[in-house]
């Protein structure tokens, strides 16, 4: 099975688990620093330790040897002073009799006893004890043990954490695939069914002879045209989205200028544009340079801004067409009366089958590839679009064009 086979089901929990499954190591890892950080600390004790006794032993011998031309009485401090030579401050040492009493030294050691080594002289037994009263070296060996500990275990969970990352966009990336086409096929399946069932209609009506006069029959002539060119409409929104997407879209970019643009956009939306209640204003700032583009796509791109301003508006539809230039680059507003658009909606408006009013696209013909259209065109020809509205106070959407090489 591959990814492609699972279930929008499976890939969400596959995309949950990648969630919570690289906090599973990154605990186990703590765990396994803070076992090692402590085994380190007992060895370092153990090393010290060592090498404490050691010194402590050789420093006893010394001593012992000392006291042999000594003929006087031995002073405890003294035999502190000779064992303590061979530390550094870190390390202390006490002296005690053949009882375990102190004879010299602190009495009440701070730190941790670490060796112990017999001095004897004569019938006289003493006991040379070295404490570490400070583990500041001890400390800065498992630090600098802790920093490779702790660089090691960064390193690995950002490894971790890159590739859960990477694991759950594919995954989520696989998941909106899923939905997006459930959400193309059920959208496909409508926006079909409607005039193919208007065009079967009205078929079976002429098939059968059931009209009653020339003038009827050219009205359903024309009603079938009329679906006829929707269906085609909605065929090419289709196929251009698919070559976009697969990028197997051919532009052909050359100097254009603006009128071989508007005109054709115009000219095919003339019949709804010159509709009752719709007021339709073109504005051309003249003279316009010419822009670098693809002529064909760009009347694309105006017929599906003009077609989308004419379906978000009310009864009484105010639409106007702008050309200016602006610094490098051509710009062309599509602007309408129409519901307008919240922040979230204008976030969203050019992603595949979206629709900005649900009961409004139940209710009219579109499928929501219009303007993500447009954005794929748009992007092709290195410009951008911006769009200015608020819910109620209709829309304007602008692209912008890069002039052509002077």
């Known amino acids: 099975m591959t990814i492609h086979e699972i279930s929008p089901k499976q890939l969400r929990a596959l995309l949950l688990l990648l969630v919570l499954v690289p906090f599973i190591p990154l605990v186990l890892m703590l765990r396994f620093m803070t076992d090692a950080l402590e085994g380190e600390r007992d060895a370092a004790r153990e090393r010290l330790s060592s090498n404490a006794q050691r010194a402590l032993s050789s420093a006893t011998l010394s001593v012992e040897k000392h006291l042999v031309a000594q003929t006087g009485p031995v002073q405890p401090e003294d035999l502190r002073r000779l064992c303590r030579e061979v530390f550094d401050p870190t390390v202390d040492v006490s002296i005690h009799d053949f009882g375990g009493e102190l004879v010299a030294g602190p009495a009440h050691p701070a730190g941790k006893l670490v060796a112990q080594s ?35 275990a960064l390193i690995a969970a950002v490894a971790i954490c890159a590739i859960a990352i990477a694991a759950g966009l594919t995954v989520n990336q696989q998941l909106r695939l899923h939905e997006l086409k459930n959400t193309s096929v059920a959208t496909v399946a ?37 679906e006829n060119l929707r269906l085609s409409r909605l065929t090419e929104h289709f196929l251009t989205h698919s070559r976009l997407a697969r990028g197997q879209y ?15 956009a115009i000219n ?106 447009v954005r794929a065109i748009i992007t092709a020809h290195r410009g951008r679009i911006e769009i200015a509205s608020e819910p109620g106070e209709g829309a304007a959407f602008s692209i912008h064009i890069p002039l052509a090489p002077a």
């Open 118 to 152: 017999s001095i004897k002289h004569l019938d006289q037994t003493w006991s040379a004890r070295a404490w570490l009263v400070n583990e500041s070296a001890l400390q800065d060996e498992v630090r600098d043990q802790f920093k490779i500990y702790a660089w090691t």
């Open 190 to 226: 409508h926006e079909l069914r409607t005039p193919l069932a208007t065009m079967r209609v009205l078929v079976d009506t002429l098939r059968e002879g059931r009209y009653r006069n020339p003038e009827q029959l050219r009205e359903y002539l024309d009603l079938l045209h009329s």
């Open 250 to 264: 051919q532009f052909a970019f050359a100097s254009v200028d603006v009128e071989s643009v508007v005109d054709p």
């Open 268 to 373: 095919a939306m003339q019949t709804k544009l010159a509709a009752p209640g719709c007021t339709f204003t073109l504005d051309l700032a003249k003279p316009l340079p010419e822009m670098l583009a693809d002529r064909d796509s760009l009347v694309i791109v105006l017929i599906n801004l003009l077609e989308n301003a004419l379906k978000y508006s009310g009864d009484e539809k105010r639409i106007t067409l702008r050309a200016r230039r602006d610094d490098r680059a051509l710009v062309f507003v599509v602007e309408d009366n129409g519901l307008g658009l919240t922040a979230e909606q204008r976030t969203q408006v050019f992603e595949p089958f979206y629709q900005a009013d649900q009961k409004l696209s139940r209710s009219r013909s579109g499928c929501g590839l219009g303007l993500s259209i």
